[in-house]
């Protein structure tokens, strides 16, 4: 069995939501002409060194209907991956949803979305590292809180019905995967976020902001919330039913707590609950400390990336700015266990969040669009050689059971999967039991 090692990763954008009342998708791998080369996309993945990659099929064109699936682009790309031996953190539902599901207002999205995740476990069952839906209390707020994408509602209730269903959605696909390969493991790339209040008469709205936060994980790991929320859940549409189905239904013990962070996670709250970005005053130490605390789970940095402006070099500071706070993190004993810079190639018109078809492209990548490599791109190459062999030699809380493509069939990785379907039958002590290293 191979030694343990840090999850350096990088992501190949594929937001899909759709904007002008449905008429128009923002399909990201589209617009940053992956689907023309995904070979040469892989390549790049290779040349920096990197063996995990958010990655996943355009949820559009893959799911056709209910139990019928085209996993033409599927079947090449990820039996390429297999072949690579690079390790997809599977991506199966970001930011939108097909046509003929309409959007997140629809009651059925949890169960359809559950079997469209168990039918893709079946087709790939070497894959073990699944994030089911990126950014659950982000899609739900751009959705029906702003009313920038999807159904674009704007109200409570609309946000309550969304992230429910989002949620659920979740868990309900974290069950179906587990039922086809017992020990996956489950990535919930989260936006992390925290309000400041910007005085004394904002205390209370940033305190509710500040609650509001933790609701889609909350809800996933079946976590309590607190009064002010139980309340606003209520309040908003969502039974007591709904609510003590996450208390119930939850697979904390086969999660890693994703936290994305940006300059913009970070917000100033005025008195009448409206906000402004702050830019970082926190930082990522901070802030994933808090989330840490709350759930007390394995934690990964899985979004980051900041324009390359005019000096060249903004985008490689941040790099290093967050890294050396993924250090302070790891330094202060909270087991995190990778990094990711987001993602491989630049994005478009992710300068505003999708709701403009502009053409304009965002220099976030490791790479251009013409697939030459940035100056973050040799930054990260050169990071990831550096500390790739440190960081398990010098911490036993990075060892995670993780099968490689080309384990998957060996023997001990079949008496891991048998092992985690006799610990899936047995009794679990609370639903609070983080995952636990295993060599």
């Not at 840490?292 to 394995?298: A, I, K, N, Q």
Request: charged share 20%; hydrophobic share 40%.
């Amino acid at each position: 069995m191979p030694a343990p090692q840090f999850l350096f990763a990088t992501g190949i954008e594929n937001s899909n939501p759709t904007i002008q009342n449905g008429k128009l998708r923002q399909d990201e791998l589209e617009k940053c002409g992956h689907y023309k080369f995904w070979q040469k996309d892989f390549d790049l993945v290779q040349e920096l060194g990197i063996q995990f990659l958010r990655y996943g099929p355009p949820i559009h064109t893959t799911w056709t209907g209910v139990g019928k699936y085209d996993w033409s682009f599927a079947d090449e790309t990820f039996n390429d991956l297999r072949r690579r031996n690079i390790m997809p953190i599977v991506d199966l539902c970001h930011f939108g949803v097909p046509d003929w599901l309409g959007n997140f207002q629809n009651p059925d999205f949890p169960e359809l979305f559950g079997q469209y995740a168990g039918a893709f476990a079946q087709r790939f069952p070497w894959v073990q590292l699944y994030t089911p839906v990126n950014e659950m209390y982000v899609c739900a707020e751009f959705s029906a809180l702003y009313g920038w994408w999807n159904e674009q509602l704007s109200s409570d209730q609309a946000f309550v019905t969304a992230l429910k269903h989002i949620v659920k959605g979740n868990v309900l696909a974290m069950h179906a995967i587990s039922a086809v390969r017992p020990d996956a493991l489950f990535i919930q790339s989260e936006s992390s976020e925290y309000f400041h209040a910007d005085s004394p008469a904002a205390i209370k709205p940033a305190e509710l902001l500040n609650a509001k936060r933790f609701l889609s994980l909350d809800l996933n790991y079946g976590r309590r919330v607190d009064s002010d929320m139980y309340e606003y859940l209520m309040d908003s549409g969502m039974t007591r039913e709904e609510y003590h189905f996450f208390l119930e239904n939850n697979l904390k013990h086969q999660c890693i707590m994703g936290n994305d962070y940006y300059k913009t996670n970070e917000h100033r709250v005025r008195p009448d609950g409206s906000t402004t970005a702050s830019g970082e005053i926190f930082g990522y130490h901070v802030i994933t400390t808090q989330y840490h605390d709350r759930y007390r789970l394995p934690v990964m940095h899985t979004e980051t990336n900041l324009w390359q402006g005019p000096k060249g070099t903004e985008a490689v500071d941040w790099l290093w700015k967050e890294w050396a706070n993924v250090l302070r993190v790891r330094n202060d004993g909270v087991p995190i266990v990778g990094f990711t810079w987001y993602s491989l190639i630049d994005q478009v018109d992710w300068d505003t969040a999708l709701r403009e078809n502009n053409g304009v492209v965002n220099p976030l990548g490791l790479y251009d669009l013409n697939r030459n490599i940035r100056p973050v791109g040799e930054a990260y190459k050169k990071l990831i050689s550096q500390w790739q062999q440190v960081l398990p030699a010098q911490s036993m809380c990075l060892q995670m059971p993780l099968v490689m493509p080309n384990e998957s069939n060996d023997a001990w990785a079949q008496k891991k999967r048998l092992d985690a379907q006799l610990a899936q039958d047995a009794p679990i002590a609370s639903a609070d039991t983080p995952l636990q290293s295993a060599s």
